[in-house]
């Protein structure tokens, strides 16, 4: 389970592992990897540490990190601990069939129990902000590109005496920051999140944001892991529920029920798509082989006539 307290080397907390792929925890305070010196705690250097014999010389941190998680996101983060394992996983990433949720608390109730989170986001070039996303039509904003993120209301509570929502996030495309953005852009930005609060939350301990649910329909055997619920009362005492609209687990199950359907649907659209394209193909074939045929008995009967003259 998530604690209060920073990382350390031993501290990583394995979720998942095969001859393929390891799926680690990682926690809310430290980066994926870093080639700064003095940057001694990042999941890179927790791996070595823990599996020596799993690094991969050939690569520069030594393991391939399938998708990327923020400094200050906590949560389920695939690892692949081999090149044809990292080719299955992102061709998966590529296609955007990955199902991930995030739990977050955020800042107010949020009134809409669901809601689709619709906002093109880009980079922003304002001078000072230049290591922050925006909203398309926000003062700076740079190339924005069609982002959509669903929200589902979980509870509503009191962090540290402060009216805050317990949501799921259901991120459908992978921009960089973007349920930071998108909650932010709906006035309800995440607790502790001191970057999209230009600076004012700096007063949690951590940014409550963490990637609970991640599975990869990866052929023959799916990756499905939880890595579980870090907001609880028993982890923090500052948060303090009040009213719950819908269990967590249920949701999730639907959620994924829900995208099990979607790509089973999208595979029998794609099978039947191929089907009526091969029959397309074997028709234009056969119509070719009887205007061969045609145009062989036309050209008989000239040659047979044209020897009689």
């Given at each position: 389970m998530m604690t209060t307290e920073p990382a350390n080397?031993?501290?990583?907390?394995?979720?998942?592992?095969?001859?393929?792929?390891?799926?680690?925890?990682?926690?809310?305070?430290?980066?994926?990897?870093?080639?700064?010196?003095?940057?001694?705690?990042?999941?890179?250097?927790q791996l070595r540490h823990c599996f020596p014999h799993l690094a991969d010389p050939s690569t520069y941190y030594g393991f391939r990190f399938c998708h990327q998680l923020d400094f200050s996101t906590s949560g389920a983060l695939c690892v692949a601990l081999n090149k044809a394992a990292a080719g299955r996983a992102y061709h998966c990433f590529k296609e955007r069939t990955v199902t991930k949720a995030y739990l977050a608390l955020i800042r107010g109730w949020v009134e809409e129990e669901t809601k689709l989170l619709?906002?093109?986001?880009?980079?922003?070039?304002?001078?000072?902000?230049?290591?922050?996303?925006?909203?398309?039509?926000?003062?700076?904003?740079?190339?924005?590109?069609p982002c959509q993120t669903n929200l589902t209301v979980l509870e509503y509570g009191l962090y540290d005496g402060d009216p805050v929502t317990k949501v799921l996030l259901q991120p459908l495309t992978g921009r960089t920051h973007q349920l930071r953005v998108h909650?932010?852009?709906?006035?309800?930005?995440?607790?502790?999140?001191?970057?999209?609060?230009?600076?004012?939350?700096?007063?949690?301990?951590?940014?409550?944001?963490?990637?609970?649910?991640?599975?990869?329909?990866?052929?023959?055997?799916?990756?499905?892991?939880?890595?579980?619920?870090?907001?609880?009362?028993?982890?923090?005492?500052?948060w303090l529920?009040?009213?719950?609209?819908?269990?967590?687990?249920?949701?999730?199950?639907?959620?994924?029920?829900?995208?099990l359907e979607q790509s089973r649907r999208i595979k029998k659209e794609e099978s039947e798509r191929m089907r009526r394209e091969e029959e397309r193909r074997k028709r234009k074939k056969e119509q070719k082989i009887e205007e061969s045929e045609e145009q062989r008995r036309h050209c008989q009967e000239w040659l047979s006539e044209w020897a009689g003259d």
């Open positions: 080397l031993d501290s990583l907390q394995v979720l998942y592992q095969s001859d393929d792929y390891i799926v680690v925890d990682k926690h809310w305070d430290i980066r994926i990897d870093s080639k700064m010196w003095y940057e001694k705690h990042t999941v890179q250097a619709d906002f093109s986001i880009g980079k922003n070039s304002t001078e000072g902000k230049t290591h922050m996303m925006c909203t398309e039509g926000s003062q700076g904003c740079e190339n924005p590109k909650c932010s852009a709906i006035g309800h930005p995440i607790v502790g999140d001191f970057t999209y609060s230009l600076g004012v939350d700096d007063a949690p301990y951590r940014m409550m944001l963490h990637a609970y649910l991640l599975h990869i329909p990866l052929d023959p055997e799916p990756l499905l892991v939880y890595a579980g619920d870090p907001f609880l009362t028993t982890v923090d005492a500052k529920p009040q009213r719950s609209l819908r269990p967590l687990v249920a949701t999730v199950e639907a959620l994924l029920e829900q995208r």
